[in-house]
C-alpha cells in the first residue's frame, strides 16, 4: 500500500490551502503529490483526521407549489473565467450544522426561505468532491423553497444570477451550458422522475 512519508504546508490562506505531501507507491517510488484542503493546518487534513466532517454543503431544492421548478445558480467562477450553473451552496461554518448551513446558505444566495426534507441520513453523508485534487467534502440537502429571489444578502465576492428552471430550461442547460458535475446528476433526476423526490426512497 501507498504511503505518506511527510507533509508541507505550502500557503496559509483562510478558505483553501495547498499541502504538499511526500509519498511513497506501492511498490517503493519516491514523489510527491499536492493536496488544496479546507484544513487551516495539517492537523487539520482529513487524512489526519481520518473523519469526512462536510466542509461545504450543496443544496437540491425545488421552487413552486407544483414543484416543477429547480433552484439554480449561474455563478462567475475564476478558475474558468466565465459563467457555470451550479446548485446553491457554500461552507459549513465552525459549530454549524450543515442542514442549517444550508438554510442560510440558500437565503444568502437567493433570497428564498429552505424547508429541508428529512431523508434517510445516507442520502446527505458528505461525499467528496474531486478527490484526485482535494480532500473536500460537502453534504447535500434537500427540499423546498419559497418567497422572492433577491440579492440583498448576497456577498460583494459573488457574481450570481437566480435561475428557477422547468425542465425544458434544464434541458438547454445540460446540451449548451456549463454545468458542475454535482449539479449535473441531479438535474438528470428532474428531468426523469415523475415525482420529484422519488429517488430518495428508502434504501
Given amino acids: 500500500m501507498a504511503k505518506i512519508t511527510g507533509i508541507n504546508q505550502v500557503t496559509k490562506n483562510p478558505f483553501v490551502n495547498l499541502y504538499e505531501l511526500d509519498r511513497e507507491s506501492k511498490t517503493g517510488q519516491r514523489g510527491t503529490y499536492y493536496v488544496a484542503s479546507r484544513a487551516k493546518d495539517q492537523e487539520g487534513l482529513k487524512l489526519k483526521t481520518r473523519k469526512n466532517t462536510p466542509d461545504g454543503v450543496i443544496i437540491y431544492s425545488l421552487y413552486g407549489e407544483e414543484q416543477d421548478r429547480v433552484v439554480l445558480v449561474r455563478q ?113 433526476h428532474f428531468l426523469h422522475d415523475e415525482k420529484p423526490f422519488d429517488f430518495l426512497k428508502e434504501i
Avoid: Q
Avoid at 451552496?89 to 428529512?118: C, H, N, Q, W, Y
Fill in 76 to 188: 462567475y467562477r475564476y478558475s474558468i473565467d466565465g459563467y457555470i450553473y451550479e446548485f446553491p451552496a457554500g461552507l459549513v461554518e465552525e459549530g454549524e450544522d450543515f442542514r442549517s448551513a444550508g438554510i442560510r446558505e440558500m437565503k444568502e444566495e437567493t433570497g428564498l426561505d429552505f424547508l429541508p426534507l428529512p431523508v434517510n441520513p445516507a442520502y446527505e453523508k458528505p461525499a467528496f468532491t474531486t478527490i484526485g485534487l482535494t480532500d473536500e467534502s460537502c453534504a447535500t440537502v434537500f427540499g423546498t423553497a419559497s418567497g422572492k429571489v433577491s440579492g440583498e444578502f448576497m456577498e460583494d465576492s459573488e457574481e450570481i444570477e437566480v435561475v428557477l428552471a422547468d425542465r425544458e430550461e434544464v434541458k438547454r442547460i445540460l446540451k449548451e451550458e456549463n454545468v458542475a458535475i454535482m449539479c449535473a446528476y441531479m438535474l438528470m
